[in-house]
């Protein structure tokens, strides 16, 4: 062989090695297997779809489903949020700019968004604090207490777009509906994942 040769060829083999070493180490183990759990979790969801695509950023850190389901209930407070700011945004233009007739339908739709934002943020912190062994009656309770706040934001949302449907113009209405519809989705899949948390799964 060429001596030209040798270095290419030493610079190959350690290459080699280099990339078996990282798919032995752990962090490369565990990747494929978090996405692959998220995947498998989300089928139990009503929008599995969008259940993958709001925790696709969650695959390295949620490995159990009550690590899944309060990341589920990050991502719904986190929209919901975001949600509401939009909505406030219109309900001061709509009172500003003479849309009067519209103001109190989406004042209550942010009133009822802002209230979701408060039950998720509450059920979030129920699920990460100490819920006890898993099927004592602690646990049972605190889970019971996470399952009725995700409930009760849901239903938040849905009021929200019930109250659209009077008083207020297809424009507003459409651009409103759009972005609580995107969060009753996440909260829905959070309130699936939710139920999915405790023995037997």
């Known amino acids: 062989m060429p001596r030209s040769c040798a270095p290419l060829l030493l610079a190959g083999v350690l290459l080699a090695l280099a990339a078996a070493a990282a798919a032995a180490s752990p962090a490369y183990r565990n990747a494929a297997p978090a996405t692959d759990f998220i995947r498998k979790s989300c089928r139990a969801t009503q929008y599995p779809a969008v259940c993958e695509q709001s925790l696709s950023s969650y695959g390295g850190s949620a490995r159990s489903p009550r690590e899944l389901a309060r990341a589920a209930l990050s991502v719904s407070a986190d929209r919901a949020r975001a949600a509401a700011a939009y909505v406030g945004r219109l309900c001061g233009g709509a009172g500003a700019g ?104």
Not at 135 to 164: I, M, R, Y
Request: hydrophobic share 40%; aromatic share 4%; charged share 20%.
């Open 98 to 201: 003479g849309g009067h007739a519209r103001a109190g339908p989406v004042r209550d739709c942010l009133e009822n968004l802002a209230d979701g934002v408060g039950h998720l943020r509450d059920a979030a912190e129920e699920l990460g604090g100490g819920m006890g062994r898993a099927g004592s009656p602690a646990f049972k309770w605190h889970l019971s207490n996470v399952q009725t706040w995700c409930s009760a934001a849901l239903t938040d949302e849905n009021t929200c777009l019930d109250g659209l449907s009077r008083g207020v113009d297809a424009a507003t209405r459409a651009a409103i509906r759009g972005k609580v519809v995107d969060v009753a989705q996440v909260t829905s899949n959070a309130l699936a994942l939710v139920n999915r948390v405790g023995p037997g799964y």
